[in-house]
């Protein structure tokens, strides 16, 4: 059989097409919107090479209008989630002997598949099932998918590069193992390239993965599995169940070929998590790898030095763009007094400008958040905020569930800078602002740092190179992904790894080979050419 050291493709991020009215891609992706809107699925569930309908059905509805049935999904009782791991485990005798460079061919060409004749499709998918405008759909199920399986391909390269030094007479290496026994993917509803990377980085790896996604994106994560399926991904490498969470949990962490999690959701669903691996841990063959990405409570300060026209723009887009679902969400600011006026300004005049509705309509701006659970959580914020005495309504402040779970876009002012909705995450399009003393700006910082116990993404505005310095190092454990004159989301794969420590996570960067060092298990084999034939050392004489 041929060998050889083989270099893959140089990874790139794929370039964002803009959907401007007249272009090809915008007449594409209406034109899959329309095809899957007006038609209905029965998503099953998918072990090894079965395709299982238990009956047991649960409906999709498209979240900006709940009277609209997209179809069903069926739900794994225990036997069945049991099943999937065993079959896991089956596929993972040939997955985990693969040739690597077999392995990165299946993702790569995973990668194109989207690029090409899968975009629209995802695209469309993503909008009807999340509610994401097309911009926000190709930047997040295109793009950014496409990058982490080109990008997760090199780093699994410069993974298995790394390797030690050897002496005169011995050869040293490292194999940079699958983990033994199985991982459990949960990914959640909000971005379609994190429900696609979380199985897939593990997989690539080796590794064999039992895979649950967010029930608000199973709509969506069909596609991934057609794209896997159509890549040439073998069966029982990455197997997917729908149901219970906490059944699946329960099934999964009592086994004791559990092997790892990755995870994307709620910084107290991670916690469970922890207590329960705790909990168990002597029945586990190995230490399970926990690696999440949780909360965040997002922040932009901004110094008196600051353009306020940027800040402005920072917040109307890091705050509201997908509704601001988005972990890394602009959700509490710190604007000095004197340019607050102005900012103001600005953020309703924004604010008032922006179009909500269907993503369909490729005019708007701004559609509804996923549940109504999640509806009637921001809108009780909402309330409350209109009755309290340390709060006020700058902009935004109404809300509608007769169609879809539409809030609008909302600008609470506190004057209280430990004000309930600046310190607990609320995942929607609610921004609250706290306005200080221009001259306590440094006082500022540290309550910035000490409010939260989230540390995911922050942004800071300045013009003055000195209080960038002194913001920066202040700033220090607040957020993992820190921003200076931008808005606090959008990164990029290849570009800005993304996690947060505190309680946003493990902070193991998504996007990163610090990230796939977390699915292999080195072992160091040493090689002596000529070994010894006697005891005895040069000191004994």
Same mark, same amino acid.
Request: contains cysteine; charged residues 20%.
């Given at each position: 059989?041929?060998?050889?050291?083989?270099?893959?493709?140089?990874?790139?991020?794929?370039?964002?097409?803009?959907?401007?009215?007249?272009?090809?891609?915008?007449?594409?992706?209406?034109?899959?919107?329309?095809?899957?809107?007006?038609? +209905?699925?029965?998503?099953?569930?998918?072990?090894?090479?079965?395709?299982?309908?238990?009956?047991?059905?649960?409906?999709?509805?498209? *979240?900006?209008?709940?009277?609209?049935?997209?179809?069903?999904?069926?739900?794994?009782?225990?036997?069945?989630?049991?099943?999937?791991?065993?079959?896991?485990?089956?596929?993972?005798?040939?997955?985990?002997?693969?040739?690597?460079?077999?392995?990165?061919?299946?993702?790569?060409?995973?990668?194109?598949?989207?690029?090409?004749?899968?975009?629209?499709?995802?695209?469309?998918?993503?909008?009807?099932?999340?509610?994401?405008?097309?911009?926000?759909?190709?930047?997040?199920?295109?793009?950014?998918?496409?990058?982490?399986?080109?990008?997760?391909?090199?780093?699994?390269?410069?993974?298995?590069?790394?390797?030690?030094?050897?002496?005169?007479?011995?050869?040293?290496?490292?194999?940079?193992?699958?983990?033994?026994?199985?991982?459990?993917?949960?990914?959640?509803?909000?971005?379609?390239?994190?429900?696609?990377?979380?199985?897939?980085?593990?997989?690539?790896?080796?590794?064999?993965?039992?895979?649950? *996604?967010?029930?608000?994106?199973?709509?969506?994560?069909?596609?991934?599995?057609?794209?896997?399926?159509?890549?040439?991904?073998?069966?029982?490498?990455?197997?997917?169940?729908?149901?219970?969470?906490?059944?699946?949990?329960?099934?999964?962490?009592?086994?004791?070929?559990?092997?790892?999690?990755?995870?994307?959701?709620?910084?107290?669903?991670?916690?469970?998590?922890?207590? +329960?691996?705790?909990?168990?841990?002597?029945?586990?063959?190995?230490?399970?790898?926990?690696?999440?990405?949780?909360?965040?409570?997002?922040?932009?300060?901004?110094?008196?030095?600051?353009?306020?026209?940027?800040?402005?723009?920072?917040?109307?887009?890091?705050?509201?763009?997908?509704?601001?679902?988005?972990?890394?969400?602009?959700?509490?600011?710190?604007?000095?007094?004197?340019?607050?006026?102005?900012?103001?300004?600005?953020?309703?005049?924004?604010?008032?400008?922006?179009?909500?509705?269907?993503?369909?309509?490729?005019?708007?701006?701004?559609?509804?958040?996923?549940?109504?659970?999640?509806?009637?959580?921001?809108?009780?914020?909402?309330?409350?905020?209109?009755?309290?005495?340390?709060?006020?309504?700058?902009?935004?402040?109404?809300?509608?569930?007769?169609?879809?779970?539409?809030?609008?876009?909302?600008?609470?002012?506190?004057?209280? *800078?430990?004000?309930?909705?600046?310190?607990?995450?609320?995942?929607?399009?609610?921004?609250?602002?706290?306005?200080?003393?221009?001259?306590?700006?440094?006082?500022?910082?540290?309550?910035?740092?000490?409010?939260?116990?989230?540390?995911?993404?922050?942004?800071?505005?300045?013009?003055?190179?000195?209080?960038?310095?002194?913001?920066?190092?202040?700033?220090?454990?607040?957020?993992?992904?820190?921003?200076?004159?931008?808005?606090?989301?959008?990164?990029?794969?290849?570009?800005?790894?993304?996690?947060?420590?505190?309680?946003?996570?493990?902070?193991?960067?998504?996007?990163?080979?610090?990230?796939?060092?977390?699915?292999?298990?080195?072992?160091?084999?040493?090689?002596?050419?000529?070994?010894?034939?006697?005891?005895?050392?040069?000191?004994?004489?």
């Amino acid at each position: 059989m041929p060998k050889g050291i083989f270099n893959v493709p140089k990874a790139y991020n794929e370039v964002v097409k803009s959907y401007a009215p007249g272009t090809p891609e915008r007449e594409e992706v209406k034109k899959a919107f329309a095809e899957l809107y007006n038609s +209905t699925v029965d998503i099953p569930l998918y072990i090894g090479g079965e395709e299982i309908r238990t009956g047991n059905t649960k409906n999709l509805f498209p *979240p900006f209008d709940h009277q609209h049935h997209l179809g069903v999904y069926h739900t794994a009782d225990k036997a069945l989630v049991e099943k999937a791991i065993v079959t896991a485990l089956e596929a993972r005798k040939k997955w985990s002997a693969m040739a690597w460079e077999h392995r990165a061919s299946i993702f790569l060409k995973a990668a194109e598949l989207l690029a090409g004749p899968y975009r629209a499709k995802i695209n469309a998918a993503t909008m009807i099932a999340q509610a994401k405008t097309v911009h926000q759909a190709e930047i997040d199920a295109a793009c950014e998918f496409i990058d982490f399986l080109r990008y997760n391909v090199e780093y699994m390269t410069q993974v298995y590069a790394q390797q030690p030094a050897s002496s005169e007479g011995i050869w040293n290496r490292v194999e940079h193992r699958p983990l033994e026994g199985f991982v459990y993917a949960i990914t959640p509803f909000n971005f379609t390239a994190i429900s696609g990377n979380l199985p897939s980085c593990v997989a690539m790896m080796g590794n064999v993965v039992v895979w649950k *996604p967010a029930a608000t994106q199973i709509y969506s994560a069909q596609v991934i599995v057609e794209v896997f399926k159509k890549a040439g991904l073998p069966d029982g490498v990455i197997n997917v169940v729908y149901g219970d969470s906490g059944m699946i949990t329960d099934t999964i962490l009592d086994n004791e070929n559990f092997a790892g999690i990755h995870f994307t959701g709620s910084t107290g669903v991670f916690n469970d998590f922890w207590g +329960t691996i705790g909990k168990n841990i002597s029945k586990y063959k190995t230490y399970p790898r926990i690696v999440g990405e949780t909360g965040g409570k997002d922040f932009v300060w901004a110094h008196p030095s600051s353009d306020a026209k940027e800040v402005a723009t920072a917040l109307s887009r890091g705050a509201f763009e997908y509704q601001g679902q988005k972990c890394s969400a602009a959700s509490r600011a710190y604007i000095p007094a004197s340019l607050w006026e102005e900012v103001k300004n600005f953020v309703i005049e924004d604010v008032k400008s922006f179009k909500m509705g269907s993503p369909e309509d490729m005019s708007n701006y701004i559609s509804s958040v996923i549940t109504e659970g999640s509806f009637d959580k921001l809108a009780k914020a909402i309330d409350a905020a209109k009755a309290s005495s340390e709060a006020e309504i700058v902009v935004g402040g109404g809300y509608d569930k007769s169609k879809g779970w539409f809030i609008e876009p909302t600008v609470i002012l506190t004057s209280n *800078p430990k004000y309930d909705t600046m310190e607990r995450e609320l995942f929607g399009p609610v921004l609250t602002v706290y306005v200080y003393e221009d001259a306590k700006w440094e006082e500022s910082l540290k309550l910035v740092d000490e409010t939260s116990n989230y540390a995911l993404t922050g942004a800071i505005f300045s013009q003055d190179r000195y209080v960038i310095e002194i913001a920066t190092k202040a700033l220090e454990n607040a957020a993992g992904n820190f921003y200076i004159n931008d808005k606090p989301t959008g990164a990029v794969v290849g570009q800005q790894p993304f996690g947060g420590a505190r309680g946003s996570g493990t902070n193991d960067k998504a996007g990163s080979v610090l990230n796939l060092l977390r699915w292999v298990s080195p072992r160091t084999i040493k090689e002596t050419f000529v070994p010894a034939k006697d005891y005895r050392y040069p000191f004994l004489g």
